[in-house]
């Protein structure tokens, strides 16, 4: 397929706009082919209302006609074939391997939210039927289920060109919810962005879906991503990026004439426990960490930045061997030059008050390559200086030694919001240490016992989420089946006869789902 | 039980304001005995840091235990017997019957969150086994549930004394979900709000509960309630009342330095759509619909204060139908003066826009009663003067006639978040305004067919809530077993051992909740 740089307003492409810009290949920062038009107010309000007026049409498909859709766009992305991830490979310098899973990632995303669909029961659906005898008085007859927002806007994020960007986590939740997706793509990877939208309308002709389901806008500016929020006919925003980003969104979105929810992920520090019988005992926790930290050249939302232990020998043994394995980890080449720039920034940041450095990874030639970092310091000096703490979006992390457990305790309470926390452990240190488990089901999203916090997996029980500032919606999961529930809304209909209520709500339960009939769950009809 | 004025800090009394207040009797603008001290900063900080300290252990309890304190908190309301009843009345002049029933009303939310939790799948616990073996990569152990989020502030509302304000619905389901709670009672009714109180207290005493899972703070004035949503431990904030009040906490929760949600239900004007046919056959609609909009002199959320119609004899007939039933119906009075004036200004401001006023009901003698209002106009003067169709809290409502099919719908296409559709409607009808209920469905929470809003069930299925101004928070309700939700986040657990596991997510399912494991809803052990 050829890459135009238009944009997609439904399945017609357009290029009204004045200015353009190109995508980078980070690894010799060179400009690569295809001027990627930025698109106008226009353009962005033609999206809109397309997407508005697709909404009734789509929003009532039937869940077996949506779930083909996103089946559907899963084939068309894989009939992109080695264009989709040469393409992508020369805008993010990611590797063919890596590219190749995260394809299959992305698809597995849209079948499984297929799925999710044909078994049924993410909408919710309660009945309690009416009770014409009860005193003093008559109940009526209320059923309850999820219904579609309306128009969407997306957010696809730098890190993840595939899985998280135009067809990525959001976009295949929301199309699944039942409602229409405007894409803004992340301008670090236009030509990939645009080959996976137009897999998109393709297989939204072949669906049979309405035009508008999606469209996908590029630009480089901030002033697009706030206009589409700003849009009074958009009614929920998905974002996987930077805190500044996200907040910026969440900020316009709540000041809005009408406010709507942002769903904003924006990556965390993901704190690592490594409590004293597991340091002591496992060694190995070391390499571990080292291929955690370095893994993506550190460009994970999980990525774990922040190492507590108790200081003594088996620390000092530990910080060694953390040393040796990072030293031996190729460099990698970063996304793109203003994240390397950020990364340097960060680190610079961190050597400046202080903290020594322990460990720094090899070099490599290209524009955007960096060398993995690890610091070393104690719990005083995080204390003192709570900013280490912080995200550094890249290969680093910094171990903090505490002189005994109160300090790793306390440290623990101070934490602000992350997606995860990892706690290395053996069954006596789970004892000793029992209310560290308290204390981070506050503060994270996920906690990982004796594994590493990268690799996500795409499930019915994953929270890739938590309490802000990790995301704007500490409610909600970007990642696995619930990440449907963010586009949607619950609706009461009050002694509607069967003909009008939606098919998860009559008698004969079509569907076969599992609901919640007179306070017993059941998937029988009633 | 004596009523002191005093605050609750857990189980503590305390009164170390300069300031004090009384409740009024709004039949007479007199002042009722008792001076209740305005709580100061540093009483709320002690509220709440006690909470932050009740917090793990709270959180921690069995659900047996917090179903058994929910049970115990309505037993100790009734323990409070006419004395309750009789304050409330003093300071709401809503009458004995009312409030008996308002009283069974708050008891019978109390015992159904006992029984949510004792059914347990509130949780949505979810189970996604390990696969060792699966490739390219293993699969871990992930388990997935809803935990408690922390202190939350709740805001009584005037209209419902007792089911929406001190033990009404918001301090149910926080509680119910493992939430201590801090209440800022509403001042109109002091007195009452120290008694129910009272009995939080005891019965959190009798079942063992930590001191500080509940607390209530009085106060007149915004800055009490505004410093407590600011106020870094508070997580989440239930609120029952004005749009203005509502914003404006939505709001200082937005600007934090965490934001935290705000589930702010703010009423709305509730529109009801007569078709022609029902019209037409069923003209004692409009004694139902007299009925509905002076139900507790119209200060429901869901009262009905815009009707509309197609403009014809029946219209005509109905109107009048209307008329003779409102003046038939005898005046009420009005929670307060404040309320009481708000009403007459809202009232007066329709009257200004030049809406004929077509029905006036009874007067009555005490200071603070009002005579129902109900105005007519056309299409085309809502179309230039949307204010009407904002909500007037009180007893009146406005009849819009339209020319044609065409005006309903766009009328409903214009309408902003209301709680509650309704609509009257013969099976013809139904069929030849199909399109109607896809738009109200984007529009309300909940959708009634040939009823009226007033009575809101108190069920699994209910939705009271709605859009934005109808509420902050959309994806939620007010009302009804689903709003424990509101106070809990989701949690993954990876590579847990089963002793470290809370109950819902062990293998052996102690609690035999209804899980969704590897894929497929169940209430078997693993």
Redesign the interface.
């Known amino acids: 397929m050829a890459i135009t740089g238009a944009q997609f307003i439904g399945s017609k492409r357009s290029a009204e706009g004045n200015t353009t810009f190109q995508g980078i290949n980070p690894v010799n920062d060179e400009k690569l082919t295809v001027n990627f038009n930025e698109a106008t107010t226009a353009e962005l309000e033609e999206a809109v209302q397309l997407a508005e007026g697709a909404f009734?049409a789509y929003?009532?498909t039937t869940t077996t006609q949506r779930a083909n859709f996103l089946d559907q766009i899963a084939e068309e992305i894989l009939a992109l074939g080695d264009e989709l991830l040469e393409r992508c490979h020369l805008e993010t310098a990611l590797p063919m391997g890596r590219l190749t899973?995260e394809r299959g990632r992305t698809m597995g995303q849209l079948k499984l939210f297929a799925?999710v669909l044909r078994?049924g029961?993410w909408v919710?659906a309660?009945?309690?039927k009416a009770m014409p005898e009860r005193k003093?008085?008559p109940?009526?007859d209320?059923?309850?289920m999820l219904?579609p927002l309306?128009p969407v806007a997306v957010f696809g994020a730098s890190n993840f060109p595939l899985a998280f960007s135009v067809a990525g986590g959001d976009t295949a939740s929301a199309l699944a919810a039942g409602c229409p997706v405007i894409v803004k793509g992340h301008p670090a990877h236009p030509g990939t962005s645009e080959l996976v939208a137009s897999a998109i309308i393709s297989a939204a002709e072949k669906s049979g879906m309405p035009n508008g389901v999606f469209s996908m806008l590029q630009g480089v500016g901030h002033e697009l991503g706030g206009n589409l929020v700003k849009h009074p006919l958009i009614t929920a925003v998905g974002f996987t990026g930077s805190f500044r980003g996200g907040k910026a969104l969440?900020?316009i979105a709540?000041q809005r004439p009408?406010?709507i929810?942002v769903y904003a992920e924006m990556g965390s520090t993901n704190p690592v426990f490594i409590l004293p019988g597991a340091l002591e005992e496992r060694a190995n926790i070391a390499e571990g960490l080292a291929s955690s930290l370095t893994l993506g050249v550190g460009q994970f939302c999980t990525n774990p930045g922040l190492v507590l232990m108790e200081k003594g020998e088996a620390s000092k043994g530990f910080v060694e061997r953390l040393k040796t394995a990072v030293e031996s980890i190729e460099a990698g080449t970063m996304l793109t030059s203003g994240i390397k720039a950020a990364f340097e920034k960060g680190v610079g940041g961190l050597a400046s008050i202080g903290v020594g450095k322990v460990a720094t990874g090899p070099s490599a030639g290209t524009a955007n390559a960096v060398q993995a970092q690890v610091f070393q310091t104690n719990y005083s000096a995080l204390k003192s200086n709570p900013t280490l703490a912080e995200e550094v979006f890249g290969p680093s992390s910094v171990i903090v030694e505490a002189d005994a457990k109160d300090e790793i305790l306390e440290a623990a309470k101070k934490l602000?919001?992350h997606l995860t926390a990892t706690v290395h452990a053996t069954?006596q240190d789970?004892e000793d240490y029992?209310e560290l488990?308290?204390i981070l089901?506050?503060k994270?999203?996920?906690?990982?016992?004796?594994?590493f916090p990268t690799?996500v997996?795409v499930?019915?029980?994953?929270?890739h989420?938590g309490?802000?500032?990790a995301t704007?919606a500490?409610?909600?999961?970007s990642v696995g089946t619930?990440a449907i529930?963010r586009f949607?809304?619950?609706?009461?209909?009050?002694?509607?006869?069967q003909?009008?209520l939606p098919d998860a709500l009559k008698d004969s339960n079509p569907e076969e789902i599992?609901r919640?009939v007179?306070?017993a769950?059941t998937?029988d009809k009633i």
Chains 1, 2 share one sequence.
């Open positions: 009734t929003a009532n899973g799925q078994e029961s919710d309660r009945i309690d003093p008085f109940r009526a209320i059923r309850h219904r309306g969440f900020d709540n009408v406010p929810p602000e919001g069954p789970l029992q488990f308290s089901e506050r994270v999203g996920r906690i990982v016992i004796n594994g690799g997996e499930g019915n029980a994953m929270v989420g309490p802000f500032p704007t500490p409610a909600t999961t619930n529930k949607a809304r619950p609706v009461s209909y009050q002694d509607f006869p003909s009008l599992w919640l007179n306070g769950w998937n």
